[in-house]
């Protein structure tokens, strides 16, 4: 690179080598709203837009649709800066709501955590309506009103713009399974058609005055590493983030297919990166929500998607539901990844190895973001090899540096610190202006940084590796970073270790100090001491782990590694007294 560096990444942006100039000089963020957005990139009003269950739902339907649903959600009482709580999975009603809040200046609340925690999340808003699915029990029902002052509540069937005929008995099951003895019912409940028929009859004014800036999307953090926080989104920093990505998914020479199984509209990156970036960059969305997550192979191989946003789990069901045959052509997957949470060496070993033994051509890359940035941070455009925590460079309108921990000293290429990030798609904030302070800080020079806690570096040729979730140093030296902990091991190859992963826990004897757990899944016939010697060998002293302990498999919480979850079991002694 013929570049002088200075050795700031956020003034050389060295990254920008790997774009298009013709791509730098006209990329910008559209002055626009979602719905605006959308319509520009309608290929047209007869085109099939959604695919959902044996129903096709074309442009013209959608613009109805959502026309439709605006009037209704006036006629309940909704209006400008109102917070609609929606309890849907990804359906198409759900996009009807997304544009339809925009039109009337209001915002989607989105959350499916506990009950008490989705109560707590309605009280919050203040709303007398909620919307949900006709499987919401009579005894949440009564905690929504009794807890929140939930006056009304808009019951939606699963499959009121699908065909229950087409669906394979697997999803029938997974779908029946929701449903309670005890479903809603009352006079506080009105069925979607009943609410739509009210839209029907309203006939004051419905659109807001137009502002793009207005909090549209609310989401919550999955809590996997602490407690969840909301964060708020615009029509602006959501199209921030799939205007930079909308380059890098397009095909002009046929129209591909898009799957998006399970996933819930409650997590930005679903909506963002899974849901609106497909509609806006003309690729057929197929709708699956209803499909236990144990049988999302027989969906990939019923659907022959051109494009599935993976996540961890899903590769390793995937590869251990042992159900895809040996000679499954997977070559219509144009693109394979993850996203989520950090993947090791070893699982990106076999996942790559998978791909390639059933003609799937595609590199399996490795995603980064988070829901305060809007979704994704970066892109896997990099020319250097993938592993070792290279989640590729920064996106086209994206900076990127690393900064000393708790403060504003930037740091130069390969120094380890705090990952950093500045863009179009940073959200508006969380919902509590002290969280909101603690997350996104103003620099000394004017710049709006979001500091998201990862550690990483970066390389002088813009490659960015994301390495552990926070500074744990141990007490007597060393810092804990789990990625490079367990890619160690991964390298190592260690006979009988099928897969492994840290959860880093407070030192109890030490303030401000860590200590490592290691878990491992064996292979069949081997125990912990078959491996314990390997591991300590190839590991330096102060990442030795306290403890090693077995699982049957990887477990998983909100579509992560439930660390979390582990941490509270060592806390309480499962696994033995915590050290």
């Known amino acids: 690179m013929s570049q002088v560096l200075t050795g700031k990444p956020s003034v050389d942006k060295p990254w920008m080598q790997y774009y298009p100039e013709q791509l730098i000089k006209n990329l910008k963020v559209p002055n626009s709203t979602i719905g605006e957005y959308l319509a520009a990139a309608c290929p047209g009003k007869d085109v099939t837009a959604i695919h959902y269950y044996g129903k096709d739902i074309t442009w013209a339907q959608i613009e109805t649709e959502v026309n439709r649903v605006a009037k209704a959600l006036k006629a309940v009482g909704f209006g400008v800066g109102d917070q609609i709580p929606m309890f849907l999975r990804s359906v198409p009603e759900f996009i009807y709501l997304l544009l339809a809040a925009e039109r009337i200046g209001a ?135 799939i205007q930079q990505m909308n380059f890098y998914g397009d095909s002009s020479e046929f129209r591909p297919t898009w799957l998006v199984t399970i996933l819930p509209p409650v997590l930005v990156a679903v909506v963002v990166s899974m849901l609106l970036l497909p509609l806006s960059s003309n690729k057929l969305l197929i709708m699956d929500p209803f499909v236990d997550v144990k049988d999302i192979d027989l969906e990939m191989m019923r659907y022959r998607p051109n ?83 290279n989640v590729g460079i920064p996106m086209p309108l994206t900076t990127i540096s690393i900064f000393k921990p708790g403060t504003e000293e930037e740091l130069t ?117 078959d491996v314990r010697e390997q591991i300590l060998d190839c590991l330096e002293e102060y990442m030795h782990p306290v403890k090693i302990i077995q699982l049957p498999e990887r477990p998983f919480f909100h579509f992560k590694t439930n660390r979390i979850g582990l941490a509270h079991d060592i806390e309480a002694g499962k696994f033995g007294e915590f050290e």
């Open 413 to 529: 290429y390969n120094e380890m610190g705090e990952i950093c990030q500045c863009g179009p798609a940073t959200m508006i904030g969380y919902d509590s202006k002290s969280a909101t302070e603690e997350a996104i800080k103003i620099h000394s020079d004017g710049t709006r940084w979001l500091h998201t806690g990862d550690i990483g570096y970066m390389t002088e040729d813009g490659t960015l590796y994301a390495l552990t979730r926070g500074k744990a140093p141990r007490f007597n030296g060393g810092d804990l970073a789990t990625l490079p902990m367990e890619n160690r091991l991964a390298d190592a190859n260690i006979e009988g270790i099928d897969d492994e992963f840290f959860v880093i826990m407070p030192d109890p004897n030490h303030h401000r100090c860590f200590l490592p757990y290691l878990f491992v899944v064996l292979d069949k016939g081997y125990t912990v001491d």
């Open 307 to 389: 494009c599935w946003p993976l996540i961890p789990m899903f590769i390793e069901i995937i590869m251990r539901n042992g159900r895809i045959p040996d000679d499954y052509d997977m070559s219509h997957l144009f693109s394979a990844g993850a996203g989520c949470e950090a993947y090791n060496n070893n699982q990106l070993k076999r996942a790559q190895k998978f791909l390639n033994d059933h003609n799937c051509n595609a590199r399996f890359t490795i995603g980064y973001g988070c829901s305060e940035a809007g979704s994704n941070i970066g892109l896997p455009m990099s020319a250097q090899p993938l592993g070792d925590g």
């Open 107 to 241: 915002s989607l609340l989105c959350r499916d955590n506990t009950i008490e925690e989705n109560v707590e999340a309605v009280k919050k808003a203040n709303a007398k309506v909620i919307i949900a699915h006709d499987f919401l029990s009579q005894c949440d029902l009564n905690a929504y009103r009794n807890e929140a002052g939930v006056q009304q509540i808009v019951l939606l069937k699963p499959l009121r713009s699908g065909d229950r005929s087409s669906m394979p008995d697997y999803c029938k099951d997974a779908l029946n399974d929701l449903y309670t003895d005890y479903p809603a019912y009352g006079p506080t409940t009105i069925s979607w058609d009943e609410f739509i028929e009210l839209g029907d009859a309203y006939t004051g004014e419905v659109d807001a005055p137009r502002d793009i800036k207005r909090p549209l999307f609310r989401a919550y953090t999955s809590g996997s590493t602490g407690p969840s926080k909301q964060v708020i989104h615009s029509a602006c920093t959501m199209l921030g983030a």
